[in-house]
């Protein structure tokens, strides 16, 4: 059984920084494509960041130069730091095995203004 937990997660003000992390646990056999997800009340699950084979990364626009994605391989841990938060950035954040489209449970941000 393979699972994702998410951690870090929580209340933050405007400008603050969080750190999230995404453990995989369980015997998986691809850990190439992670990304890191969000969803906010009402508004579709949206792809915030990615890292691929080799560490080639991806962003969304509106998290470009504040959001940096890494991962361990060792320890099967994807990282999203977060920097210079906006209240725009509140929202669940999923942590996904993209090989195998597994999600973790999701954890809470908040960015007060």
């Known amino acids: 059984q393979v699972q994702l937990v998410e951690s870090g997660g929580g209340l933050v003000q405007a400008g603050g920084s969080l750190r999230l992390s995404c453990t995989v646990s369980?015997?998986?056999?691809?850990?190439?494509?992670m990304g890191w997800y969000r969803q906010a009340p009402g508004k579709q699950r949206d792809l915030v960041a990615q890292?691929?084979?080799?560490?080639?990364?991806n962003y969304a626009d509106s998290v470009k130069g504040r959001f940096t994605i890494s991962r361990d391989n060792a320890k099967n841990t994807v990282y999203l730091q977060m920097n210079s938060l906006k209240p725009e950035d509140t929202a669940v954040y999923y942590c996904?095995?993209?090989?195998?489209?597994?999600w973790g449970q999701g954890t809470q941000v908040t960015v007060s203004s």
């Open positions: 890292v691929r084979t080799g560490g080639v990364t």
């Open positions: 369980g015997s998986i056999f691809r850990f190439n494509n």
């Open positions: 996904r095995l993209d090989d195998h489209g597994l």
